[in-house]
């Protein structure tokens, strides 16, 4: 009668063993993904390049200059966006994504020495 008994504790067990196993293996889907496209670049890393002279071949000045620009009026956050654009750093679309040009301003006026 133990033997029955052991017997079926072990067929048992290798049962639970088994099912733990498969469902390890078996593949979880892939998460739902957002229809809202975000730049791929974030606005820190936008403004930084901007800031070291990355944009300059599409008139955005680099450094100090580009500070004071800023702090003048004469650069905007949608023209860094647009001259990342051009260089197929960022969507098209980061030009209306409001937060993030306001991230890119917030972030320029960071890298500002004179604030």
């Known amino acids: ?9 072990l067929s048992v067990l290798t049962v639970v063993i088994g099912v733990a196993i498969a469902h390890a293996e078996t593949p979880k ?3 739902e993904t957002k229809a809202i496209s975000m730049p791929e670049m974030s606005a820190f890393d936008l403004a930084s390049l ?3 002279g990355y944009f300059r071949d599409q008139g955005i000045p680099g450094y100090g200059t580009l500070s004071e ?3 003048a009026g004469r650069i905007r ?9 051009k260089m197929n750093r960022v969507p098209e679309q980061a030009l ?12 320029l006026r960071g890298l500002d020495p004179r604030r």
């Not at 209306?96 to 972030?107: E, V």
């Open 50 to 52: 901007a800031y070291r």
């Open 69 to 71: 620009a800023h702090r």
């Open 96 to 107: 209306s994504d409001r937060s993030y040009l306001n991230a890119i301003d917030s972030n």
């Open 29 to 31: 889907s892939a998460p």
């Open 77 to 85: 956050a949608k023209d860094i966006v647009s001259a990342a654009i």
């Open 1 to 9: 009668m133990q033997r029955i008994a052991c017997a079926s504790a």
